[in-house]
């Protein structure tokens, strides 16, 4: 079992650029949260995908995004980078939906923004 | 929303010795609380966690209390080692909260030989 997959592991980009993440959850989990984590900071939740719908969201501006596919994956889109916007990125798998449940973290991307 | 404090930010010990990281909560309708380890570098992984219908849980040398009255649970090491040493964060989410972990700010634990 590869357990939660991410993919790239690190990235440079400028300011006003988009960027894609992509997350495969461990086998037999259906449902993928995204987190970012400042350098020296917890984790803040930014969205949670369930049944290709996006669940319950954080406090994140639009210019976050998702979505998820059949087979479960899913992808983080940012438009408009900005500096603050550098962060490890990570993706989280679980199964079972909306429930308080257990989580497992992928090793994450980890985003420059010049 | 929910908030979650976490202290220390920083603890040092002797190996050998105990360290216990405290966390406080603010929704009375939390009621799973994990504690993950992050290693520098490397992605957080789950040691311990406790459901709001049971006060305290043990796996080895790691131990987990919780006091919902009080709105606090903290976390337990005993017979420190140098692996220990990493980061740990204290989390708390509800049920239909959509898998939404609220992170504390994070203990620097130092395990000395």
């Known amino acids: 079992d590869a357990g939660v997959t991410q993919s790239p592991t690190h990235l440079i980009k400028t300011r006003g650029q988009q960027v894609t993440l992509r997350c495969s959850p461990k086998?037999?989990?259906?449902?993928v949260s995204w987190y970012q984590q400042a350098l020296g900071q917890g984790p803040q939740f930014i969205f949670q995908?369930?049944?290709?719908?996006?669940?319950q969201r954080g406090n994140f501006p639009d210019r976050f995004s998702g979505h998820q596919f059949p087979n479960y994956s899913s992808e983080l889109n940012v438009n408009a980078l900005l500096l603050g916007d550098s962060a490890l990125y990570l993706c989280?798998?679980?199964?079972?939906?909306?429930?308080?449940?257990?989580?497992?973290f992928g090793a994450g991307s980890r985003l420059t923004v010049l | 929303g929910e908030n979650v404090e976490q202290h220390p930010s920083t603890l040092s010990v002797q190996e050998g010795d105990s360290a216990v990281i405290k966390c406080t909560y603010s929704?009375?309708?939390?009621?799973?609380f994990p504690w993950y380890k992050q290693e520098l570098g490397k992605r957080p992984q789950l040691i311990i966690d406790?459901?709001?219908?049971?006060g305290e849980k043990k796996d080895q040398r790691i131990a987990v209390t919780l006091n919902k009255t009080a709105k606090h649970f903290s976390l337990h090491i005993t017979e420190t080692q140098p692996e220990d040493s990493a980061v740990y964060f204290c989390?708390?989410?509800?049920?239909?909260?959509?898998?939404?972990?609220?992170f504390g700010t994070g203990t620097q634990l130092k395990v000395e030989l």
């Open positions: 989280a798998s679980s199964r079972g939906g909306t429930g308080a449940n257990v989580l497992t």
């Open positions: 086998s037999g989990h259906d449902t």
């Open positions: 995908y369930y049944e290709e719908e996006e669940r």
């Open positions: 929704d009375s309708a939390s009621n799973y």
């Open positions: 406790i459901r709001s219908n049971v």
């Open positions: 989390a708390a989410s509800k049920t239909g909260g959509g898998n939404k972990l609220t």
